[in-house]
């Protein structure tokens, strides 16, 4: 799972699919092998949005199965394993996701951090990995001005480095868009993927409530 830009509502709508996943009867596992931005509590650094994603998996993985490389600073990933003295090792995080993807849940989704094009290292991005493990991609959408734009360059970036868009869901947060269901039925003609679902701002924004508004891609 990939967003048009960080803090689009990823770890919700994953939340929200591993949710509706259970609702139908099927075992799930959420990873987010990369995450920036970290407390510890009195367990080691743990990530807020690995720790949603641990709870909605019905495997019941360790912390450090579903998160295993978490850096403290809440910035870009890559900076943030500068300052702590790292660096981050693609083929390492591609052998730890797949050591996950032998479980074979019935549902499992990988959440990236950022967008499609967070960098790894000077060469290298996040999107090595999904190309890497040759996972098809959900694409969420927040509807604001610009996202028009960020979307259609995002399915393209997908598609050009030989990988299945699976399907888009759009997000809605603060103030309403302007025109935002012409917006959205424009990324309903020309994005390559069928929607599947539109979240609006929700009082209470928990992975059920989300769960409603949602429905699983085909490759579930």
């Known amino acids: 799972m990939t967003g ?8 919700l709508i994953a939340c929200g699919l591993l949710h509706l996943a259970r609702e139908q009867g099927l075992s799930t596992l959420g990873l987010k092998p990369l995450a920036a931005g970290a407390e510890d509590q009195g367990r080691g650094l743990q990530n807020s949005d690995a ?4 709870a909605e998996s019905s495997l019941q993985p360790r912390y450090s199965e579903v998160n295993p490389v978490v850096l403290k ?12 003295g790292r660096s981050l090792n693609l083929d390492r995080l591609a052998g730890l996701v ?9 549902f499992t989704l990988v959440e990236g951090a950022g967008g499609w ?13 999904a190309k890497l493990l040759q996972l098809p991609v959900i694409l ?43 917006n959205f039925q424009t ?6 993927a069928p929607c599947l ?5 929700l009082d209470r924004p928990t992975a059920e409530a989300v769960s409603r508004f949602l429905k699983l891609p085909s490759t579930a």
Do not use: F, Y
């Not at 720790?51 to 641990?54: D, E, F, K």
């Not at 094009?117 to 990995?129: I, K, S």
């Not at 990324?187 to 390559?192: A, K, N, R, T, V």
């Open 73 to 84: 600073a809440a910035i870009a990933p890559h900076l943030a394993a500068a300052e702590e």
């Open 4 to 11: 048009t830009d960080t803090d689009v509502g990823k770890t």
């Open 117 to 129: 094009r967070v960098p790894l290292q000077a060469r290298q991005t996040l999107a090595e990995l």
């Open 98 to 106: 797949r050591g996950q993807l032998i479980k074979k849940a019935d």
């Open 187 to 192: 990324l309903e003609q020309l994005l390559p």
């Open 51 to 54: 720790l949603a994603l641990q």
């Open 140 to 182: 969420v959408v927040k509807m604001q001005l610009g996202c028009l734009n960020h979307a259609l360059l995002t399915a393209e970036a997908i598609q050009r480095d030989g990988l299945s868009l699976a399907g888009w869901i759009a997000t809605t947060a603060g103030e309403t868009m302007p025109r935002e269901d012409e």
């Open 197 to 201: 679902g539109r979240v609006p701002c």
